[in-house]
């Protein structure tokens, strides 16, 4: 495992050549905090300042300018596509919008479990998979019914240790535990689950590019081993 970042990231988006980050600098004098966007390249090793429209490209796709005019907060929410190339937008409130292929707003709501914010969001279809922190579960969102239909994990299981976020790689799920140090993979098919990497520390986001894996710990961005 190597460390790329010994920095948390406010935010890090995957490019088919590497990734893009966003990261904090100084606040200025008005108090306002500074941000800078950087693109890593895993195929050159390059690492190079890009702008933020580069950044919100590789996040919301080519509609991107309509959809980041019509948020506040573009930094901490997570996306994830639909079918259609329906976009949707998860906020760490629970909130979701999800915009077509242009970027119009064509629904907004909010995301709960037991009164608990849902936060990152996988596609399963017509449906995403998010992750509960405080239910230390992950749930199914079914955009049709606009409620959540299927669960995994729960408060009172050992199934995961507070999932921060889940991603969708072929038919499996990944998701990253913060307090049991872990990512577990969880088949679509039959839904049974597995360990798939221990850390000695929290785990917060994990992402390919290609053939490489990305993790997202406490102490910053690492790339893994093959």
Not at 8 to 37: A, N, T, W, Y
Not at 43 to 70: D, L, S, W
Not at 137 to 165: C, H, N, Q, W
Not at 185 to 212: A, H, M, P, Q, T
């Amino acid at each position: 495992m190597k460390q790329i970042l010994d920095y948390m990231p406010l935010d890090i988006v995957p490019h088919p050549d590497g990734f893009v980050i966003i990261e904090p600098d100084k606040k200025d004098q008005d108090g306002r905090l500074r941000i800078s966007f950087w693109f890593y390249n895993l195929k050159t090793m390059v690492v190079q300042k890009v702008k933020k429209n580069f950044y919100t490209e590789c996040k919301f796709g080519p509609a991107h300018e309509n959809i980041t005019r019509q948020i506040n907060d573009y930094i901490s929410c997570a996306v994830c596509e639909s079918p259609r190339d329906y976009i949707n937008v998860v906020f760490p409130t629970g909130e979701i919008g999800i915009f077509d292929i242009s970027g119009t707003l064509i629904w907004t709501g909010d995301l709960l479990y037991h009164d608990c914010a849902l936060r990152s969001c996988a596609p399963d279809g017509k449906n995403i998979w998010c992750a509960v922190p405080d239910q230390n579960a992950i749930v199914r969102y079914s955009t049709k019914l606009e409620r959540v239909d299927f669960r995994i994990g729960g408060v009172d299981t050992l199934a995961f240790g507070r999932p921060m976020s889940v991603s969708r790689y072929g038919d499996d799920l990944f998701v990253c535990c913060k307090t049991s140090n872990n990512i577990k993979k969880i088949s679509l098919k039959n839904y049974v689950s597995e360990d798939y990497k221990k850390f000695e520390e929290g785990v917060l986001r994990y992402l390919r590019v290609g053939d490489s894996e990305i993790v997202v710990l406490n102490s910053g961005i690492y790339l893994l081993d093959d």
